[in-house]
């Protein structure tokens, strides 16, 4: 982001991979297990949310804070988390003007 702002959600969807001519059904793409971290400098990293996904949109919220960047990092095993992929990230402030600390 150009300066660091209040951050409280974020959501991304995962498009479906697969499925078609086959008959099988697509196979979901959305992280199985991530971390998100924000920082200010590029240099220093705060996490402020872990969990589990596997929704076409994946949600995460968490308190507000005041950041530049954004990191996103599947932590699942690489035998147990296949690719993943995410389109029309989007990036939430705090509603009614509530400033990060």
């Known amino acids: 982001l ?3 702002t209040s951050l409280t959600e974020l959501q991304f969807d995962s498009p ?4 078609g001519r086959s008959g099988a059904p697509p ?3 959305s992280p199985r297990s991530y971390r998100v971290e924000v920082s200010s400098d590029g240099s ?7 969990g589990q996904g596997g929704a076409r949109t994946t ?3 968490f308190a507000p804070v005041a950041a530049r960047m954004v990191r996103i990092t599947q932590t699942a095993d690489a035998k147990d988390a296949p690719s993943w ?3 029309r990230l989007r990036l939430f402030q705090p509603a009614g003007g ?3 600390k």
Not at 44 to 50: D, G, K, N, R, Y
């Open 2 to 4: 150009p300066q660091p």
């Open 16 to 19: 479906p991979q697969g499925g």
């Open 27 to 29: 196979a979901a793409t």
């Open 44 to 50: 220093s990293w705060t996490e402020v949310a872990q």
């Open 59 to 61: 949600t995460i919220v």
């Open 85 to 87: 992929s995410m389109e």
């Open 98 to 100: 509530q400033t990060a």
